[in-house]
């Protein structure tokens, strides 16, 4: 099979016909729409349109020709400079239809050009899978032996490009442009001496010039422009400004009128578009949990190679231990009242060491984007010029219940999760949603306000939460000194107070608490945590549960336990 000729063609104005009323021929029309081409949509009266479809008639005003095809659609709704015959054709129905065979058989007869559904035995032309950046397209086909594996492969290419390719290739254009243009002006104007015996002297009066001079000039402008396009690198060429082009220009328009700039390579230099890619940028990642190995390798990469770290400061130790040496640190002053002022001042310290071309780590616990002002920290970077690089980190509202045997969700027992804060601007208490007894709810920041936030759930003005809904508190989750409190909204203040705090912590709501874990008695402390450490020793018979202490509290607050959760006779404390 010989390859297809690939062909860019300017449809402004054309009309295409469209056949069939399926989300495929809403995507044909869209497409048409977008280069510029007129669609007409014919599909017979009564027909139920997709939505897409419908939508893009009602807000584009596509012409719908509420009836079946007729052979002299053909040529009758086509435009009139070209005899009325429509520019091309798209069948959306498929080829196993009698109409698409017809359809097709005309249109190579009539030389339309045609393109029919997941028939390419019917097409004279197949649509690209495409990629479009300002005027840079870039087009893939497989010819016919399957659109989803061109789509893939454009993706691949697309993702390989600079952002900002486009605009350079349109910056470039208009260089190559505006050369010719002066190139042009130049040639004329020295012609135009020459015709003019009473023309006053010029800048290249006692200057010899001749013809081969001016085209040597004008060559060795457009191989530099040729030169650059064809060697320099991708990211370089996208990082060509509008200040850069302006002064391409004012180089040549100042010039003589034979001669290119002295230096061509300081006109554009590649040092400074170099420098001025690798500028400064901010990363906000998330550092998990609490458990180094918990760290995603993006963040883990970004911690190895950042020349400033901002870090919060519940970011745990074993995580800033990761940090090499020669990087310095700098960990929020965030204490009541100081949070806003301590934000700035990260801030600030962020701007200046990118003004220095450094790349700055904004550290954070957990998912920077979840209750982490992590989109306001990217508008703040944003509005001075810089575009943050976001990478997830794994939130401790999903892990650290796991890390709990506690699943977030559980068949016929919680279908849905709820993830909230106890504590919203300006430290005020948020409104707490209603109790669902097929909902996990996830609390967040809400330890220290403990009591308002039980009496808030159940004291609930339509849907309370009754007292004996299971619950748990879950304090630094994944770190060695995790502890988790099992108990029930009605004993959870009591066993917090009993217990004292050890944050950072979060609280969990519903029956999931209980799914793996029963809880006999009030409460139950659980200390330590070994969920990733035992991964190590399956190779050297490691202990199991070793490290882990619990410690049940009973109705009459007698204590007793053991390593599995059950109860142990005799009242004796284990720490095992």
Not at 79 to 85: A, L, P
Not at 331 to 357: S, V
Not at 450 to 455: H, I, N, Q, R, S
Request: aromatic share 4%; glycine share 8%.
């Amino acid at each position: 099979m010989a390859p297809a000729l690939l062909t860019a063609v300017d449809s402004t104005t054309h009309i295409h016909l469209v056949v069939g009323s399926n989300p495929l021929a809403g995507a044909r029309c869209s497409k048409s729409i977008e280069v510029g081409a007129t669609p007409i949509l014919i599909s017979p009266a009564g027909t139920v349109l997709h939505y897409g479809l419908a939508k893009r008639i009602e807000e584009h005003g596509i012409k719908w020709e509420q009836r079946e095809f007729v052979d002299s659609d053909l040529t009758t709704l086509g435009r009139d400079e070209v005899d009325h015959v429509v520019d091309a054709v798209f069948v959306t129905s498929g080829g196993r239809s009698a109409i698409a065979q017809h359809i097709s058989t005309l249109c190579r007869r009539l030389r339309i050009p045609v393109n029919v559904a997941d028939a390419s035995n019917l097409c004279t032309f197949t649509m690209l899978s495409t990629h479009n950046s300002g005027p840079l397209q870039v087009g893939v086909t497989t010819s016919g032996k399957g659109c989803k594996l061109a789509s893939r492969i454009k993706r691949e290419i697309a993702a390989a490009l600079p952002a900002e390719l486009g605009v350079a290739v349109e910056r470039l254009g208009t260089v190559r442009r505006r050369i010719w243009e002066q190139d042009h002006a130049i040639e004329a104007a020295t012609e135009m001496e020459g015709e003019d015996d009473e023309a006053g002297q010029t800048a290249t009066f006692n200057k010899l010039v001749t013809p081969s001079d001016a085209e040597a000039a004008k060559a060795r402008r457009m191989r530099w422009l040729a030169q650059i396009c064809e060697y320099w690198p991708l990211r370089r060429l996208a990082a060509i400004t509008d200040e850069d082009v302006e002064g391409i220009l004012e180089a040549y328009k100042h010039d003589s009128a034979v001669a290119p700039a002295t230096d061509d390579r300081s006109i554009l230099s590649p040092a400074v578009l170099d420098a001025r890619r690798n500028r400064g940028r901010i990363i906000l990642a998330g550092s998990g949990p609490g458990h180094p190995d918990l760290l995603t390798t993006a963040t883990l990469k970004a911690i190895r190679s950042a020349d400033l770290i901002l870090a919060d400061k519940l970011v745990p130790a074993p995580v800033l231990e990761l940090v090499p040496r020669r990087t310095p640190i700098q960990i929020a002053r965030k204490f009541p009242g100081n949070a806003d002022a301590a934000q700035e001042e990260l801030h600030r310290n962020g701007l200046e060491a990118m003004k220095e071309g450094k790349t700055v780590l904004r550290l954070k616990q957990g998912d920077p984007y979840l209750y982490g002002r992590g989109a306001e920290e990217v508008e703040f970077f944003r509005s001075h010029g810089y575009e943050a690089t976001v990478l997830p980190g794994i939130t401790s509202s999903l892990s650290a219940p796991l890390f709990a045997q506690i699943p977030a969700t559980h068949r016929s027992v919680s279908d849905q999760i709820l993830i909230c804060t106890g504590t919203g601007r300006k430290g005020a208490s948020p409104d707490p949603p209603g109790f669902l007894p097929n909902q996990t709810v996830v609390f967040l920041m809400a330890l220290h306000r403990l009591k308002e936030l039980v009496e808030s759930l159940t004291g609930h003005k339509t849907l309370p939460y009754p007292p004996s809904t299971p619950c748990a508190v879950i304090e630094r989750a994944s770190c060695p000194d995790q502890r988790v409190i099992r108990t029930t909204l009605e004993y959870v203040n009591d066993a917090v107070d009993e217990e004292g705090s050890r944050p950072p912590g979060l609280l969990v709501v519903g029956a999931v608490c209980e799914v793996l874990r029963k809880v006999p008695q009030k409460w139950v402390v659980e200390d330590g945590f070994q969920g990733l450490d035992v991964l190590d020793s399956f190779g050297e018979g490691g202990e199991g549960l070793e490290g882990l202490r619990t410690r049940l509290v009973t109705p009459d607050f007698e204590e007793r336990g053991d390593p599995f959760g059950g109860v142990t006779p005799g009242g004796k404390v284990i720490n095992a």
